[in-house]
């Protein structure tokens, strides 16, 4: 990866990983400018979340996604979560009755449907 340059977003938990490794990062102020550099071949390579380069890429290139590939295998992967505050009434019961609906439909294909449907997967 010495070869690239890499794209990447200030203060995002990849930095001492880079840094360490001796690699070249450009970094931005967030992941939207980042994309940009990728799009415009400033950059090589942009590590991101599938799920939200995929919707900023529809944000910012409408039609271009064509131009975008990401690897297979994921440079990182980080689980993702619903926050709620504890403050909220029925916090618990919300979080509950939420994972137990999540579990449901990623059984029955439903999640990988609407994954789909959007183009957050393929």
């Given amino acids: 990866m010495k070869k690239y340059v890499l794209g990447g977003a200030a203060g995002y938990y990849y930095e001492k990983a880079f840094a360490d490794a001796g690699l070249y990062v450009e970094y931005a102020d967030d992941a939207k400018s980042s994309l940009k550099k990728l799009h415009a071949g ?26 975008f ?8 992967e980080d689980p993702h979560y619903i926050m709620v505050s504890k403050k909220f009434a029925g916090a618990d019961e919300l979080t509950r009755k939420f994972n137990e609906g999540l579990a449901k ?5 439903t999640y990988d449907g609407i994954m789909k449907k959007y183009g957050l997967m393929k």
């Fill in 42 to 67: 400033r950059v090589d390579f942009f590590p991101e979340d599938d799920l939200a380069a995929w919707a900023m890429i529809k944000e910012l290139f409408p039609g271009e996604e064509g131009k």
């Fill in 69 to 76: 590939a990401a690897t297979e295998k994921a440079f990182n």
């Fill in 105 to 109: 439909i990623k059984a029955d294909g």
